[in-house]
């Protein structure tokens, strides 16, 4: 099995490169992001106030381990239908909304938060939940800040996506324009809130930094799938 971790900044374009270098290859796709967006979506439904100068850490804590154990979460790792439910109720553009997009980061900021989410991303790449699937365990390409070091440290491809600020922003800006449902996004407040607990902006040793900011769609999944092909 062929794990590629991708982590990066917001608006980078990470999720449109990651699901088509995983078409490319037919292997299953993680984003991780959309897990944090449905925790704090989530959160929000059952009422806590996100907004707050404290959170209640623990009952946050407990909220979303029941969102995950009890079956309400789920994810379809196809990169083609990339969809994420709630108790079968398809959540993916909720997620993307500009409330979720501006509390995200105080939910993904709570540690034991993370440690339920990291436990589930490494089930997912250590290909658990993927039998039906139509990647059959060949490959999964999982995105997101803290892939390349800490849900998968070992993965046979590691690669940091970046872009100068001005430029994912524009990126940003044109998605939000584009695409109903996609929230007005703050990607420097994100990145900032976000940096705390991860890190995303330099790249680990071993990692291959590709920045983007030059490169056009195309050109940017030709050297990941150079990196992914050499990998093989
Ligand atoms: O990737 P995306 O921008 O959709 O991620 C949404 C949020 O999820 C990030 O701003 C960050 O707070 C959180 N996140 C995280 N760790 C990851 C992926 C996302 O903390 N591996």
Redesign the pocket.
């Known amino acids: 099995m062929i794990r590629v971790a991708i982590d990066g900044p ?1 608006g980078v374009g ?1 999720s449109s490169t990651s699901k088509a270098l995983a078409q490319h290859f037919a292997f299953a796709y993680l984003d ?3 897990m ?2 449905s925790c704090a979506w989530w959160c929000l439904q059952q009422g806590f106030d996100l907004d707050a100068p404290t959170l209640n850490e623990e009952a946050i804590t407990e909220a979303v381990g029941e969102f995950f154990t009890e079956g309400h979460f789920d994810v379809s790792l196809d990169p083609q239908n990339p969809k994420v439910l709630c108790d079968g109720q398809d959540i993916s553009e909720a997620i993307r909304s500009s409330e979720v997009s501006s509390h ?2 105080r939910v ?1 900021g709570i540690i034991p938060v993370r440690h339920v989410l990291i436990a589930a991303q490494r089930a997912y790449m250590a290909g658990e939940a993927d039998e039906e699937s139509f990647s059959k365990g060949a490959g999964i390409v999982a995105e ?4 390349t070091t800490v849900v998968a440290p070992d993965a046979e491809v590691r690669i940091l996506l970046t872009a100068r600020e001005e430029v994912r922003q524009a990126r940003r800006s044109g998605q939000a324009s584009l695409a109903a449902g996609v929230g007005r996004d703050d990607v420097a407040a ?1 990145d900032k809130a ?1 940096s705390l607990v ?1 890190s995303f902006l330099t790249a680990a040793d071993g990692v291959h930094t590709v920045d983007n900011s030059d490169l056009t769609f195309e050109q940017t999944l030709d050297v990941l799938i150079q990196l992914v092909d050499e990998a093989i």
Do not use: F, L
């Open positions: 917001a990470k991780t992001g959309a944090y967006r995200v980061s993904s997101g800040r803290d892939i994100r976000d991860t």
